[in-house]
């Protein structure tokens, strides 16, 4: 029974009372809650007039990084009581000081400034409104009202840095860049031997071979570099990524999609992103800073999704991917995403999979049983056939372990380009 | 402080009904009211917010019936108000729960204190007048007041609500 209901029910049954027994001393009682309820009446204000504004120190930040959040309140309207102010915050933040609820007493064209700290894992949070509750002084009539007050906050994933990362796309790009492309020009890479030009520098002049033939002269060739396009495939199905108990290899993922990232468009790379979860979220290939703030965008909402459309990796068209261009899948990989990769090296694709090991990841969740440990060889068996049929087909296979660091694990595997091979035969 | 208030309040409020009871030699009502005391102040212990309106219900019947069986008016009225404090102290406590620690606690009890102490002051001071002072009303006139009154409340909660 609400506050208010419950005072005109009494007051009703004093005043009835007191009539049906013809007795004005219980009339005389229904008098202190007749007041009380008229001044609620009186007082409760008829409106809410706030003006509200956000402000949060930071807008972009890497997880666990603390954030305050800002707000002010100004009273436009008449005096408020007991004025309850409350931020509504995304349930994936925790409030680690202060707090998003208070109350006040706000005078007319008063204003009240709280500040908040939170903090959160990777994610893309918006804050909306914020909720208010008046009341009349008593707190007999309450009055609640959302205001908006917008704000951002983008939680981005941990970025290992990664000097170097070698990778050789069939096709490069016109630009200058540190991706050897397969024809002459200024570069380091030792590429050939031609007659000498006029123009070439002396030092250029392959002595050696002149030798060899009296009255001719030889110049040394070196490759050019160039940048490529690179297209990173994020995996985030469920059936690969979810275990027993919520744990998930998506965030390892994430990180090695940012380090990747980062390192490919440090190196002069175009850079897509394709998230394969539930749906297809892509990024559309780019370079330079503005770029990488797309990605780390992309990877702060990045979430893993189940969907029966995107069980198997049949939905990722080579047409998404520059002909002939550099495609890295971050994956953990289940056996069935064998053909799609074959298929995407069949067309002139370099496929570079860096798989987080699923194996090791769920055997330390289960626990060393006998059972587990079974179970895990026979995986781990089936894993390794894969991927050497991922080998066999010319896809670079980098396995981690994500109990070890990302960058000890993929620098020195990454640090070298493969040597160029036509297709195998698939086993 | 509006802890200790509220306790205050509600032992009050079952005291002076009990002894408006006990002084007409009705020691037994005297005893469930102070019963219904105890189970009053376990409830505010157990934070069970609603058992106020339940305080509140009952401090009036049992005033009502104190007024019936001709026990002192003046009793049962500092019952009632005590009550009603006691009523409005609970909610308002629920309310102070919902604030930060660092929010002006003190400056919210003591205005809100001294509103009700006023308020009730203000009740007191009518409803001793209306015990006091003796106006004839004729049946007639009496009966349209309340029909005007009860119906006047009724649209004020509809519209409130609706609002």
């Known amino acids: ?427 | 402080v509006i802890h200790i208030t509220l306790i205050i309040n509600i032992i009050l409020c079952v005291g002076s009904l009990a002894w408006g009871y006990g002084q007409s030699g009705r020691e037994s009502f005297a005893l469930w009211i102070l019963i219904f005391g105890a189970v009053w102040l376990i409830a505010l212990w157990r934070r069970l917010a609603w058992f106020a309106s339940v305080g509140l219900l009952a401090s009036i019947l049992a005033a009502a019936l104190g007024l019936w069986l001709g026990l002192s008016p003046a009793w049962m009225l500092a019952g009632i108000l005590f009550g009603l404090m006691a009523w409005d102290l609970t909610e308002f406590r629920r309310r102070l729960s919902l604030a930060f620690f660092e929010d002006d606690l003190v400056g919210l009890e003591r205005r809100h204190l001294l509103r009700i102490y006023l308020l009730l002051l203000a009740a007191l001071l009518l409803s001793s007048i209306a015990l006091t002072a003796r106006v004839k009303f004729s049946f007639e006139w009496g009966l349209l007041l309340a029909i005007v009154t009860a119906l006047g409340i009724t649209h004020l909660i509809r519209w409130l609500r609706n609002s």
């Open chain 1, 1 to 427: 029974l609400s506050r208010p209901i419950l005072l005109a029910c009494l007051i009703c049954l004093l005043l009835l009372a007191g009539l049906a027994t013809l007795r004005g001393e219980l009339l005389a009682f229904a008098i202190p809650l007749l007041i009380y309820l008229l001044y609620a009446l009186v007082q409760f204000p008829q409106r809410i007039d706030l003006d509200i504004q956000r402000a949060l120190s930071a807008e972009r930040v890497h997880a666990e990084t603390p954030v305050t959040v800002t707000l002010t309140i100004t009273n436009r309207g008449a005096v408020l009581d007991n004025l309850l102010v409350e931020d509504r915050v995304s349930s994936g933040l925790k409030i680690i000081s202060g707090s998003a609820r208070h109350l006040v007493t706000l005078r007319k064209n008063g204003s009240f400034t709280f500040s908040y700290t939170i903090s959160g894992s990777r994610g893309g949070y918006s804050f909306e409104s914020v909720y208010t509750e008046a009341c009349d002084p008593v707190g007999v009539f309450q009055r609640a009202q959302t205001f908006p007050a917008a704000g951002q906050l983008f939680v981005f994933p941990e970025v290992t840095r990664l000097k170097f990362v070698a990778i050789r796309p069939r096709r490069t790009r016109i630009y200058a860049g540190s991706i050897p492309a397969r024809a002459s020009g200024a570069g380091v890479e030792f590429y050939g031997v031609r007659d000498y030009q006029a123009g070439d520098p002396p030092r250029a002049i392959n002595w050696h071979a002149s030798a060899r033939h009296l009255g001719s002269l030889f110049s040394n060739e070196f490759q050019q570099e160039r940048v490529a396009d690179v297209g990173i495939v994020l995996d985030g199905r469920e059936r690969t990524n979810l275990f027993r108990g919520g744990h998930s290899l998506f965030e390892y993922s994430v990180l090695a999609a940012a380090s990747l990232s980062d390192a490919f468009l440090n190196q002069g790379n175009r850079v897509g992103l394709l998230v394969y979860g539930s749906y297809l979220a892509w990024s559309l290939p780019g370079y330079g800073k503005l770029q990488r703030e797309q990605i780390l965008h992309a990877l702060a909402r990045a979430q893993v999704g189940a969907s029966s459309v995107f069980t198997g990796l049949e939905h990722l068209s080579p047409r998404m991917f520059p002909v002939e261009s550099q495609v890295v899948l971050i994956s953990p990989l289940v056996g069935e995403d064998l053909n799609v990769l074959v298929q995407l090296r069949a067309r002139g694709y370099q496929v570079l999979a860096l798989s987080p090991d699923p194996v090791a990841y769920e055997s330390r969740i289960l626990g060393l049983t006998p059972e587990v440990g079974l179970a895990a060889r026979v995986t781990r068996m089936e894993r390794d056939l894969l991927f050497r049929r991922l080998q066999r087909a010319g896809i670079r296979v980098i396995e981690w372990d994500v109990a070890r660091p990302f960058d000890q694990v993929v620098r020195p595997a990454l640090r070298r380009a493969p040597i160029p091979q036509h297709m195998g035969r698939i086993v």
